[in-house]
Nanobody
């Protein structure tokens, strides 16, 4: 019922910024919690950030706190991840995900819908 379309990935030098987008054309994130996960080369998928439907509650992995900001635009049915002060260790495929529940979570298994992933590469 939710088709997620990601964009905004690319190649950037260390210290630079990128803004990732995750859209659900013809749908809305209303009533659902959403999140960003990432998979670095040779590593398992890991939690990055999550947000409630209202945007009043967010959470971040320790590795990105103070550098990344998650947000959503209800009218445009779009989830965002603003990434600043990027580091080479941020290099990964980034995935957006949506629950059927409204409660934020950092657990992969709690998310029912996933985007295709977008590549972020940070050079040193």
């Amino acid at each position: 019922q939710v088709r997620l379309v990601e964009s905004g990935g690319g190649l950037v030098q260390a210290g630079g910024s990128l803004r990732l987008s995750c859209a659900a054309p013809g749908n809305t994130f209303s009533g659902r919690a959403a999140a960003w996960f990432r998979r670095a080369p040779g590593k398992e998928r890991e939690f990055v950030s999550t947000i409630t439907w209202t945007g009043s509650n967010t959470d971040y992995a320790d590795s990105v706190k103070g550098r990344f900001t998650i947000s959503r635009d209800y009218a445009r049915n779009t989830l965002y991840l603003q990434m600043n002060s990027l580091k080479p260790e941020d290099t990964a495929i980034y995935y957006c995900a949506v629950r059927t529940d409204s409660i934020i979570s950092s657990i992969i298994e709690d998310y029912a819908y996933w985007g295709q992933g977008t590549q972020v590469t940070v050079s040193s």
